[in-house]
């Protein structure tokens, strides 16, 4: 598992590199003049041409490059422009609250996911089949943003059940520790920060979760129907074992393997696609972070967050590849 990850890890740097030269390129050809952002209003043409020379935009753009990517290497994401602070600080504020939400919606996700696939495949040739599979393909038609919508409506608005902005109720203090709040709150005892936050979080992360569990549950289902027509399932019935221990120790293994590669791309997906879920229900990750970035030209902010997107799907995708040599016997082999 150790070497995949190594491995992985390997082949995902030259990925990086490209994806971050694209990224750097894109932004630099907008219309967009970060010297001149940098400075105040009244500043005249000579102070900002000494800006610009200072942040190295009169030099050609490999060059540019040459120098950001080395400043990143050493941890320097730059400053940002319109909020004067260090990009590393931004992002070390945002990062943990977004990653706490994916976890928190890959979670229900996965847990529909794989109890709606059993119940899907054990719907099958059943009279309640049809209505089972209109119900996930009604669920896959919903986007994410409009089940946040929906929640809000009905838990937040009519029946006042749960709070549906921000991390934290007012008056509570925040515990600061990896900035991970209910991992802080548990760690330091302050059981009504852990509780609020734990609130907070229900229903961002069910509007994602809801939103990516029925992909999971139709290839479950489909998994496993493929799989009990291998022979090993027939010689398992022939040896006198239950269906139960049938569908639990031996199908379930092995369609688990399609399944945990869905997960491991949804849980991509779902990490990006946390920005509108972030907005909608004002939550302070890194999708906000983005989009207050983009509307005032932020450049900074902008190539960091997208650079930190990238490094965490390639982490997960590695992640689920050493996975898969831990379930799948036959890649261990190898």
């Not at 970060?34 to 030099?59: H, I, Q, W, Y």
Request: hydrophobic share 55%.
């Amino acid at each position: 598992m150790i070497a995949t990850l190594l491995k992985r890890q390997a082949t995902a740097l030259p990925i990086l590199l490209i994806v971050s030269a694209l990224l750097f390129t894109a932004l630099r050809l907008l219309p967009v003049d970060p010297a001149a952002m940098s400075m105040p209003p009244n500043a005249t043409k000579a102070e900002v041409e000494a800006a610009r020379v200072a942040m190295g935009l009169d030099r050609p753009l490999p060059e540019q490059y040459a120098i950001w990517i080395g400043q990143v290497a050493h941890g320097d994401l730059g400053r940002s422009i319109h909020v004067r602070r260090p990009v590393s600080t931004l992002l070390a504020d945002t990062l943990p609250a977004t990653i706490e939400l994916a976890v928190a919606a890959m979670l229900i996700a996965g847990s529909l996911g794989l109890s709606g696939g059993l119940i899907l495949f054990a719907l099958r040739d059943n009279k309640a089949e049809p209505l089972a599979e209109t119900a996930t393909t009604l669920m896959m038609s919903v986007p994410e943003f409009l089940w946040a919508l929906l929640f809000i409506f009905v838990f937040g608005v009519a029946l006042q059940a749960l709070p549906f902005t921000g991390r934290l109720d007012p008056g509570i203090s925040r515990p600061v520790l990896t900035g991970f709040l209910l991992f802080d709150a548990a760690w330091l005892g302050q059981w009504k920060a852990f509780a609020s936050a734990l609130l907070h979080l229900v229903l961002p992360a069910a509007a994602l979760g809801i939103a990516f569990a029925p992909p999971i549950m139709r290839v479950l289902r489909a998994s496993l129907i493929d799989i009990y027509h291998e022979d090993y399932i027939r010689q398992a019935r022939l040896r006198g074992l239950s269906e139960t221990r049938i569908l639990l120790f031996h199908a379930l293994q092995n369609a688990g393997l399609p399944t945990l590669t869905l997960m491991g791309v949804q849980f991509g997906i779902l990490f990006g696609g946390s920005l509108l879920i972030e907005v909608i229900y004002a939550y302070p990750g890194m999708g906000n972070l983005m989009v207050d970035a983009v509307r005032n030209a932020d450049l900074p902010i902008i190539q960091a967050v997208g650079l930190t997107y990238c490094i965490v799907v390639l982490t997960i995708n590695a992640v689920v590849d050493a996975l898969y040599h831990v379930i799948n016997p036959r890649l261990r082999a190898r």
